[in-house]
T-cell receptor, first 115, second 114 residues
């Protein structure tokens, strides 16, 4: 039973380019969360999605960041016109249900470096 | 808004010695509490969680944690650590009204020395 998969594991982008991060949840999970971990910091919630719906995007920066979770295929976190401050590890997690207390299973993360 | 404080950013400890990692949270409503471990360049793995019931929670790899509502704490303990416990540990909470999103503490890096 495959766990949460993220790709790419490492991504290098120049300032101004776009970054696309992919997340495939665990089989049977329809709830996906994205978190960002800046260097030497804890993880910060960005967005919570269910199939085809954004449920909570309270942690998303207002500009340049967007997320989707289509009916078919992985969840995508998209960062347009990247800047150096976007360099971080981005983790995706999935859960069986969206109610509080349900375990979130984390992927290995995508480490984005902006040069 | 809820917040999580991990008082120690780094904890060096000798092999086979006990370790305690402190976690305090602030919330005015019921919370669910978690401890995760992150090994270098990997994702997070759940060690244990508190949802309700007994305040002493046992997890994987010999870890346990105690929920103390009056002190709003959820400290993690292990009576005897191994070299393989070298990792970063994160305390997290989810608050019922805010859904299942997790608020994390800043992490505690445990370095086990031989």
């Amino acid at each position: 039973n495959a766990g949460v998969m993220q790709n790419p594991r490492h991504l290098v982008r120049r300032r101004g380019q776009e970054a696309r991060l992919r997340c495939s949840p665990m089989k049977g999970h329809s709830h996906v969360y994205w978190y960002r971990q800046l260097p030497e910091e804890g993880l910060k919630f960005m967005v919570y999605l269910q199939k085809e719906n954004i449920i909570d995007e309270s942690g998303m920066p207002k500009e340049r960041f967007s997320a989707e979770f289509p009916k078919e295929g992985p969840s995508i976190l998209r960062i347009q016109q990247v800047v150096r401050g976007d360099s971080a590890a981005y983790f995706c997690a999935s859960s069986l249900q969206g109610a509080p207390g349900y375990e979130q299973y984390f992927g290995p993360g995508t480490r984005l470096t902006v040069t | 808004a809820q917040s999580v404080t991990q008082l120690d950013s780094q904890v060096p400890v000798f092999e086979e010695a006990p370790v305690e990692l402190r976690c305090n949270y602030s919330s005015s409503v019921s919370v669910y509490l978690f401890w995760y471990v992150q090994y270098p360049n990997q994702g997070l793995q759940l060690l244990l969680k508190y949802l309700s019931g007994s305040t002493l929670v046992k997890g994987i790899n010999g870890f346990e944690a105690e929920f103390n509502k009056s002190q709003t704490s959820f400290h993690l303990r292990k009576p005897s650590v191994h070299i393989s416990d070298t990792a970063e540990y994160f305390c997290a909470v989810s608050e019922g009204a805010a859904g299942n999103k997790l608020t994390f503490g800043g992490g505690t890096r445990v370095l086990v020395k031989p």
